[in-house]
């Protein structure tokens, strides 16, 4: 009889979601879960219920006037948590709606009382209480004495002294958080669905939640055949990460490590930017396989091409690479859809960093990474990147990212203006007009930490990969795109 | 069971649907036997069925399947014509004395039966065979439960 009342946290079920909630769903809570029609508040129900339900302490699924039971049920078994096994002894649902329609709130009551009675559930859901609620507007005083205040005051200190998690269901607006189910829940979980021109984007935010200290955020998520899946703002690999040591990684490219003062500093992020047709994905392909050569193991994340043909065309330079993703030494993660989100991607990611023990990451491109986002997200994207880029290093894996630079032939833009912050090292290539040729050259222009050439280096694009040539010493004006082969080419160098 | 086949031909077979209906109304037999027992329990069947499965979809949602049941049955026994289902009612069919008096006690029996295989196959061509027999089985346990218990009720179609 001594100590602290201990609140057991049960699983929700729904990936990304206990995390979220700091935890898990506290044991005998008394949840609402709120949002708009389509926002996936009956699906997320059902994933919490196929979760916990057991035939000893089944779940109690309270069906009232919205979706019908049958179509319901319909649609619900199409999702791969859904047991039919389940269905009838571990999971019942019971229909509210005479209760409803024909009696009062007392009457609700005294029937889900009941039912609770004979099942001894660990789990409720009433769906939706937002119909009870409206089916006694008009009653403010029943029969029983109940008004609405009165029903969820006794209706949560029953569902809790049966020792029951119960979830309410309801479409509500932001604006409608006097409602008394607010104050008297112990948790709120409010479902979005925002459309941004053609694309639309699925939100989470745990409103509410008593003994926890869940997530702050907005946290998007999808539906899939596998029910909700959350992405959270700040993936639990961040949160646990442990301290990697510093060394060199090798680009793979001949003459590269050299400028950058002996490799990739581990853990660092890196951009290479540069025009089309510079290089850049063959570079990122070459530090990766110099990754795997080393016995590393590694994520390639593309957004421009379908993976086949990314990996068609980096296995034609470098056969390493069919090799190890066939080893499972290296994935690549194909993320193009228009509606993902920075968290979703991330997710795939870390996922991938997870599963492999990676150690580098390639994103190629930030630029397709930008297209692919839903319009919402760009907005933000520099701290979405941000985010993305920080948690990403935060456990210890190098990241190496590309990204298109729009130039016009005689104006060099050393990056993309938005993102250079958030990384270690810049990387630059471009093109120039040499004796009426174009000739490709590439220059380290920033390297936090460490010392690194300064000039602009030739390049070639080989079949084997990206090779870098010699400094341009004999000329001047390399930044204007044209330049200038100096009059006295050997004295210019002793001067200097 | 999950057919779209609901035609006369299917329904002559012993299919699952049919074997289920028939346990149905097995349970709902009365004890002792009289002249028109087989009807009687068929309707009795129906009657237990609508409230059981109302619990779980409600009476409306019920009714509907009931009506659609119904409707499939009588295209193929005339016997059904002055059938009548009346929702949030007790009785839920009306008409059943007067059917049997009219087509006696087999053809009556018989047309009941195939208003719960139709039910039946309805039930799982909408969520599915495995839940439909769940939800079916949990009447019929219940049915045998009230059966067996002393304060067990029967009801009178």
Not at chain 1, 467 to 493: C, F, H, Q, S, W
Not at chain 2, 118 to 147: N, P, Q, T, V
């Amino acid at each position: 009889m001594n100590g602290e009342a201990v609140i057991r946290s049960l699983p929700s079920g729904v990936p990304g979601l206990d995390s979220v909630l700091g935890g898990g769903l506290p044991e005998y809570s008394f949840n609402l879960i709120a949002g708009g029609p389509g926002s996936g508040k009956t699906t997320l129900a059902h994933q919490i219920m196929f979760a916990n339900a057991t035939v000893e302490r089944p779940a109690l699924y309270f069906t009232v006037l919205g979706e019908p039971t049958l179509k319901m049920l319909r649609y619900q078994r199409q999702f791969s948590y859904f047991d039919p096994e389940l269905a009838g002894s571990a999971i019942q649902f019971i229909n509210l709606s005479a209760e409803v329609m024909e009696r009062d709130l007392g009457e609700v009551l005294q029937r889900i009382v009941s039912e609770i009675e004979r099942a001894k559930p660990g789990i409720i859901v009433v769906d939706s209480f937002r119909t009870i609620a409206a089916g006694q507007h008009d009653r403010q005083e029943t029969a029983k004495g109940f008004n609405l205040d009165q029903f969820v005051q006794r209706l949560a200190l029953n569902l809790t002294t049966w020792e029951v998690t119960s979830f309410l269901l309801g479409e509500y607006a932001a604006e409608e958080q006097r409602n008394p189910v607010f104050t008297v829940a112990d948790g709120i979980l409010w479902l979005t669905q925002a459309t941004d021109r053609n694309s639309v984007v699925r939100k989470l935010q745990v409103v509410k939640t008593r003994g926890r200290a869940p997530m702050p955020g907005l946290h998007t998520f999808r539906i899939t055949d596998a029910g909700l899946q959350i992405f959270p703002r700040i993936p639990e690999q961040t949160r646990n990460r442990a301290p990697q040591k510093r060394g060199r990684l090798s680009t793979g490219v001949p003459g590269m490590d050299e400028m950058i003062g002996g490799g990739v500093i581990a853990g660092d992020a890196v951009m290479l930017t540069g025009p089309a047709g510079s290089g850049k994905s063959t570079v990122a392909t070459q530090f990766m396989v110099a990754g795997l050569a080393a016995g590393e193991t590694g994520v390639i994340a593309v957004f421009e091409e379908y993976p086949e043909e990314y990996i068609a065309r980096a296995n034609a330079r470098n056969p390493e690479i069919g090799k190890m993703i066939k080893e499972g030494k290296l994935t690549v993660i194909y993320l193009r859809p228009l509606d993902l989100s920075v968290d979703e991607a991330l997710f795939a990611i870390l996922e991938g960093v997870e599963r492999l023990g990676a150690r580098r990451v390639v994103i190629d491109s930030l630029s397709g990474f930008e297209v692919a986002l839903a319009p919402t997200f760009r907005d933000d994207f520099r701290e979405s990147l941000y985010r993305l880029v920080g948690t990403l290093t935060a456990t210890g894996v190098t990241v190496f990212m590309t990204a298109e630079v729009s130039e016009a032939f005689s104006e060099a833009r050393f990056t993309t203006e938005k993102v250079s912050f958030i990384t270690d090292e810049i990387i630059v290539q471009r093109y120039i007009e040499m004796k009426g040729e174009l000739r490709r050259v590439m220059a380290v222009i920033k390297m936090r930490g460490s010392d690194h050439t300064h000039e602009f280096r030739t390049y070639e694009v080989t079949p084997r990969g990206v090779v870098v040539g010699g400094p341009l010493i004999e000329y001047d004006g390399i930044i204007t795109g044209v330049p200038t082969l100096r009059a006295n080419p050997i004295k210019a160098k002793r001067k200097k | 069971m999950n057919s779209a086949d609901t035609g006369k031909e299917g329904l002559s077979r012993d299919t699952p649907a049919r074997e289920i209906a028939r346990r149905l109304i097995r349970s709902r037999r009365p004890d002792p036997a009289g002249a028109d027992t087989a009807a009687r329990a068929a309707a009795s069947a129906c009657e237990h069925l609508y409230r059981e499965l109302s619990r779980w979809v409600g009476p409306d949602g019920c009714h509907a399947l009931f009506t659609r049941a119904l409707a499939q049955a009588q295209a193929e026994h005339p016997a059904l014509e002055q059938i009548q289902l009346r929702a949030r009612s007790e009785p839920y069919i009306d008409g059943v004395a007067a059917t049997i008096m009219a087509h006696g006690d087999a053809a009556t029996a018989e047309a009941f039966e195939s208003v719960l295989v139709h039910l039946i196959e309805l039930l799982g061509r909408l969520i599915g065979d495995d839940m439909a027999m769940k939800l079916i089985d949990r009447s019929l346990f219940a049915s045998e439960r009230g059966r067996a218990g002393p304060s067990g009720t029967r009801e009178e179609a």
